[in-house]
Nanobody
Framework: QLQASGGGLVQPGRSLRLSCAAS????????LGWFRQAPGKEREGVSCISSSGGDTYYADSVKDRFTISRDNANNTVYPQMNSLKPEDTAVYYCATERSGNYYYTCSLFSAPDFGFWGQGTLVTVSS
């Protein structure tokens, strides 16, 4: 089970840290992905972190603003979102890589590789 949290209303330019807490599976065997879906838009892959945390991916839309980290001891992933923009407004979801490939390389991120979805958390960026 995956549960995203930490969303809310934030002003443009401010920061927010989300969390994705996992339970019921071998968390440190899985790469984790973050996705978002804005109203009326398709779901977008935002970020990925490998099982060990040593490899990451960021979509161009968030590169240099978002940072992802994980705490395998506490089964949690933390996307840190800085310099937020109104276009970052969306429901954010975390998901595991489907096959449990411990060596999944996030630099080769592909959204269809992820498929075990948690509940999302809404982030609204507005003044």
């Amino acid at each position: 089970q995956l549960q995203a949290s930490g969303g809310g209303l934030v002003q443009p330019g401010r920061s927010l840290r989300l969390s994705c807490a996992a339970s019921g599976f071998a968390f440190d065997d899985y790469a984790l992905g973050w996705f978002r879906q804005a109203p009326g838009k398709e779901r977008e892959g935002v970020s990925c972190i490998s099982s060990s945390g040593g490899d990451t991916y960021y979509a161009d839309s968030v590169k240099d603003r978002f940072t992802i980290s994980r705490d395998n001891a506490n089964n949690t992933v933390y996307p840190q979102m800085n310099s937020l923009k109104p276009e970052d407004t969306a429901v954010y979801y975390c998901a595991t890589e489907r096959s449990g490939n411990y060596y999944y390389t996030c630099s080769l991120f592909s959204a269809p590789d992820f498929g075990f979805w948690g509940q999302g958390t809404l982030v609204t960026v507005s003044s």
